[in-house]
């Protein structure tokens, strides 16, 4: 019998008992909306067109306690290495932690550290935002790009310093499309890379730096490093005076805290910055203080748990109703699968149930013109997380957020809401149909709603907001992680490529064969030396 077995059990029952159900019918219990809802601040998340009811509800808080969560949670907060395949603590939190006090790991307290880095990278961003550096090019890739990439995005109205580019990929496209555009004598380079060590930024970061030195520019004092690994970037001809160090306590996919978010505080100055982590050191709060079922990224984790673990439903779309958001599905979508996609519990017995759920979407209302067919009539259930802001940042253009804002709307009510076979031969009839081409087109009409969908509403995308969000679902990343009893900080599915990358590597460049290699590799190399030719 597995850790959690028992509660597993008498959710699937909860499940069985009521997988037809419309969710509709539970709004009529008075105040359904207030109930299944939470807030922290200004920040409101509604759960209420979900199928989870109070005895759902109450099964999953068992399995919050029955998995140690809150234990888990404080373990983390103080330092405790839970990332145990790593051997390493999970702090990212203390990045953010401005105004908190001392955080120990071995004993002793990194806050010194922590603030010494932050006030060098101010002193920095403030120096290249005077200073005539017109373009700032971040190489980094995963959790050295996505999150700054994402977050100077979704800042842009915030944004009065150098222009930014993120180049993460190793085909030459992305920093060739890049670099053209740019002067290299006014170009600030800054190579992300927690290990400095990852082919792709290492690689690029050799071009540019050829680049830089070809086009009239100087690396040794236009480079700026991002990483744990300081030799390493004193190897790499950075002078110290421009790397900004962080420790191995801080994961890659939760690190645009720190010194990786050097880019976001060039673009939006260190005040935005500062604002950015406050709005996570919030989340932070509100989670190791609020009761369960008020705590956000608690609720959060449980409405996954419930749709991914319980009723099988094998993805979940990000749908931010916000332009400067495009970046966040990536974002969450390396956050959440790159944490919870694994098979092995921590003690290396098998999970217990399926792992995280496949993470993607678009922002909206662009995706309802592309994927919502499926997700409204496809035989698949896709839970749908909806974000809105009360109010863009246009104030010229308020109409638009206003058809923005009932488009959102629009739309989780209509997934839930649905369109009956009575309702669909009506509309039919009016337009004069009748006998089987009526009922024939009747059929196409149809809506089966009842698809569940959660909206995060905010009063607008600014950096103290940004910086709730991202907290919010990094802690909704733990949680889950914490049920399905998973190390939601080790990465060990990405090793294997990485290896066969290398060892394919002379192979492709033609100083070794095929040997040992399956046929259709074999022959996929075959064809690439023909056609090289
Ligand atoms: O390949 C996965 C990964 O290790 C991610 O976890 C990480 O965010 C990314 O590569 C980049 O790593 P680094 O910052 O060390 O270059």
Redesign the pocket.
Known sequence: MGRLTDHWAALNARYDATKTRPILSLFEVPDRAADFSAQTGDMLFDYSKTNIDTDIRDALMALVDAAGVAAKRDAMFSGEAINDTEGRAVLHTALRNLDGGPVLVDGQDVMPGVHATLERMRGFADQIRSSGVTDVVNI?????DLGPAMAVQALSPYHDGPRCHFVSNVDGAHIADTLRELDAKTTLVIV????F??IE?MTNARTAKAWMAEHGGNPAAQFAALSTAEEKTRDFGIPADRVFGFEDWVG??YSMWGPIGLSLMIAIGPKGFDAFLRGGQAMDRHFRAAAWSENLPVLLALVGIWHAQVCGYASRAVLPYDQRLTRLPDYFQQLEM?SNGKGVQMDGSDVEVSSGPIVWGAAGTNGQHAFYQLIHQGTRVVPCEFMIAAEGHEADLAHHHQLLIANCLAQSEALMRGRSLEEARAKMAATGLTGDELERQARHRVFTGNRPSVTLAYPLLDPFVLGQIVALYEHRVFVEGVILGINSYD?WG?ELGKELATSLQPVIDGQAGTEGKDGSTAALVDFIHRHQA
């Open positions: 980094g890739i995963g959790g050295s992300a890379s927690k290990t060590t990852t930024t890659g996919r790159e990465q990405v």
